[in-house]
């Protein structure tokens, strides 16, 4: 079987075409998944109490989560009522890089961090100036309805609290 050199040279370049097709729909397929993951999260969350478990600590009369796009990552404000009544609210962006950043709160000033650790999980690390911590995993949920919040914090005094809240779409 003869193959001609102008049949082998439109094969050859019709293979490079379709390799540049398939590039460019899966980087655009990959962008879209990515922009839809960033997206899945944002909006207002309100913590479903029945389904969440506080450990080292009362529970929370509420919680309130709302979470927004940002140029530079993402808003996420947290707003809570105690069981007595206190209300405590802040907000931040989170920059999603990892990189450690100076931040200044009602309890707790000195260093906060925040990552993607995958698809589904964000990080959000603060080192405090009087040596407590605390390390909030923030995971969406199989159902698009759920974010699930699990927050671990340690007081400058030794004492450790850990909490699991299941959060609903508002």
Excluded at 20 to 49: D, P
Excluded at 78 to 90: A, H, S, V
Excluded at 114 to 139: F, H, K, N, P, Y
Aim: aromatic share 8%; hydrophobic share 40%.
């Amino acid at each position: 079987m003869t193959i001609y050199p102008s049949l082998l040279a439109f094969l050859s370049g019709l293979a490079a075409w379709l390799a540049r097709r398939i590039f460019v729909l899966s980087t655009l397929l990959s962008a879209t998944c990515f922009g839809q993951g960033l997206e899945g999260a944002s909006g207002t969350w309100k913590m479903n109490a029945a389904r969440s478990t506080f450990a080292g600590g009362a529970p929370f009369k509420s919680l309130t989560v709302r979470i927004e796009r940002h140029p530079k990552g993402e808003v996420f404000t947290l707003d809570r009522i105690e069981t007595d009544g206190r209300t405590t609210n802040y907000s931040t962006i989170l920059y999603l890089d990892g990189e450690p950043r100076r931040f200044e709160d009602f309890g707790c000033s000195g260093i906060q961090s925040s990552r993607r650790a995958d698809e589904r999980t964000v990080e959000i690390v603060r080192m405090c100036a009087s040596g407590g911590w605390m390390r909030l995993l923030r995971r969406a949920s199989a159902k698009s309805n759920e974010l699930v919040l699990e927050i671990t914090e340690q007081s400058a005094d030794g004492r450790r609290f850990d909490r699991r809240l299941t959060l609903e779409r508002q």
